[in-house]
């Protein structure tokens, strides 16, 4: 469907009311305010509780008789519901379990999932008709490629699949959000996103468990009139929302001790990229990045942070006086579009409850952290030196990698790849945007990598740790070392600018295989998805 710039989808008929979806004009992404909501019913920065997401517990749980690892079973529903995200009125989502955001999994290392993902979504969108199918992405695990949540891998409404994670890799935040081909980014804009957290010992002992690692799912989001999410993609450009939500709330405020805190910070906007900043000018700790623990912690007064990221922050409120008022701020980036408010993210309000001292974390900043095997790579290991180019296609309209997209793929009969690496291969590859006003989160499923340079230049200190998504940005170059490692199979690379991906930024790489060889991992035939007649 396309969307021009002055139009705004509302999202009307996501939820159990089943309320049709409607187009209307808006105001132009330059404009004051996106929201349609009347001055009564905008929501304002620091007036409602912070709240995690629930954990999720498994049903059952047991042991695998190939290998005796433990193994946890979950079952996850997606399905409509309502959500309380403003003051008075409710919003249509679509939940994991019907929740905004979905319940967070936390789980060891070496005791491996299985989720039951239940599609019991309405067969169509209400706003623009498409079919409601999904495909569920675990993103940041190394997991085969069936599992890996491969775009066109789609589970109807009606069906289930079982999806199976090693968990094998260091302790790391990951999270889970739909993938489903052409329609990520509205479905997961509609709520389906969720973090999962793996644990180890080192991870345990170094850092702040339990209240003290807490999880933070920053997204923005425009709203209707009636409190139906807006959405607005500026001609698959990107949409900017006037309202900063944490943890499905609008600019919350926390309450916390006088001691370090942890706080896994992911942001899942479709678009938005983030400068966090504390407003009292002290340093945010950075002691993880996407895929793990950094060798060293970095304390930085601000980062650059872009949707599907996490980092792990070290805040430590040990010095601040009971009831003073913490905020924690946005500064942005370029190509962003701003609001009043989208500068606050969210407030921490100092207490005096007793401190637990016990606790060797509450007063411990580490700086050396642990090492991990992409961060361990070195150049010379590399084999091979590949180049993509991020950019907007003049001629279709699209977004591509190296003039390739989705669609080829799709013409390709799922064999067209822009590259071929050797299984536990150590490759370079270096991307480039030199596509005008956007900047570019690439993901590289399966991997960690290493980002070694940016415009000939050392990374910035906060990326010096295993990643996943690389943010591009304007005018940039980076150069990424990775080891493609520990399957064989298909996996996808593309942009989490969600528009982006969807509009057809979305490319696929081949490991280990040559086109001819039989792929028992195919992701298109290994695992479909069934037929669910569970009540």
Excluded at 111 to 125: D, E, F, G, S, Y
Excluded at 218 to 225: E, H, R
Excluded at 374 to 387: E, I
Excluded at 461 to 477: F, I, L, N, S
Aim: aromatic share 10%; charged share 20%; with cysteine.
């Amino acid at each position: 469907m396309s969307i021009s710039r002055r139009q705004v989808l509302l999202i009307g008929g996501l939820g159990t009311l089943g309320v049709g979806g409607a187009m209307i004009p808006t105001r132009s992404v330059e404009a004051k305010s996106a929201s349609r909501l009347s001055d009564r019913e905008m929501p304002r920065p620091f007036q409602v509780p912070f709240v995690q997401a629930p954990i999720l517990q498994p049903y059952s749980t047991g042991i695998d008789p190939a290998d005796g690892r433990p193994v946890n079973h979950y079952r996850l529903t997606q399905k409509a519901a309502m959500a309380s995200i403003l003051p008075r009125l409710t919003t249509p989502i679509l939940g994991y379990n019907g929740l905004f955001p979905g319940p967070t999994i936390s789980l060891d290392q070496g005791t491996k999932a299985v989720i039951r993902m239940r599609n019991q979504l309405p067969a169509q969108h209400s706003l623009d008709g498409h079919a409601l199918s999904t495909s569920t992405h675990l993103h940041g695990s190394a997991s085969l490629p069936q599992y890996d949540g491969y775009a066109s891998d789609i589970t109807h409404p009606g069906f289930y699949k079982d999806y199976y994670y090693p968990n094998f890799q260091p302790a790391r935040t990951l999270w889970y959000h739909d993938h489903g081909v052409h329609f990520t980014a509205l479905n997961a804009y509609s709520g389906l996103a969720a973090q999962y957290h793996m644990h180890d010992p080192i991870e345990r002992q170094l850092l702040p468990q339990g209240r003290y690692d807490v999880a933070v799912t920053i997204s923005d989001a425009m709203f209707a009139q009636n409190g139906a999410l807006g959405y607005d993609d500026n001609s698959h450009s990107g949409l900017w929302g006037d309202v900063i939500l944490v943890n499905g709330k609008p600019w919350p405020v926390m309450k916390v001790q006088k001691r370090v805190y942890r706080f896994r910070i992911l942001n899942s906007s479709i678009s938005r990229s983030l400068r966090p900043t504390l407003s009292t000018g002290d340093p945010l700790v950075i002691v993880g990045t996407d895929g793990g623990l950094m060798p060293a912690a970095q304390s930085v007064a601000n980062y650059r942070h872009a949707g599907a990221e996490r980092y792990e922050v070290l805040i430590d409120f040990r010095k601040y006086r009971t009831g003073q008022r913490i905020e924690l701020r946005n500064l942005s980036n370029k190509n962003n579009v701003d609001y009043d408010f989208t500068n606050r993210i969210m407030a921490f309000d100092v207490t005096d409850e007793p401190v637990d001292t016990t606790d060797p974390t509450w007063n411990r900043i580490p700086t050396t952290l642990v090492g991990s095997e992409a961060m361990s790579l070195v150049p010379k290991q590399s084999v091979k030196t590949r180049s993509f180019r991020v950019k907007r296609n003049d001629r279709t309209n699209l977004w591509t990698i190296n003039d390739d997209s989705w669609q080829d793929v799709i013409a390709s009969g799922y064999r067209k790849v822009v590259a071929d690496p050797a299984l536990n291969a150590v490759e370079i590859w270096e991307i480039e945007n030199k596509s005008g006003g956007w900047f570019h989160p690439l993901h590289i499923h399966l991997v960690d990598f290493q980002v070694l340079s940016r415009n000939g230049k050392a990374p910035f200190a906060y990326e010096r740790g295993p990643k996943d998504v690389v943010y591009v940005g304007e005018g940039e170059t980076v150069r990424l070392l990775m080891k493609f490692t520990p399957h064989a199979g298909v996996y996808m690379m593309h942009c989490h600018n969600l528009p982006h991906e969807d509009h057809d930024m979305m490319a696929q790489f081949r490991v280990g295989l040559k086109p001819s060889d039989l792929d028992p991992n195919d992701p298109m035939t290994a695992a479909r998805a069934e037929w669910d007649d569970e009540d």
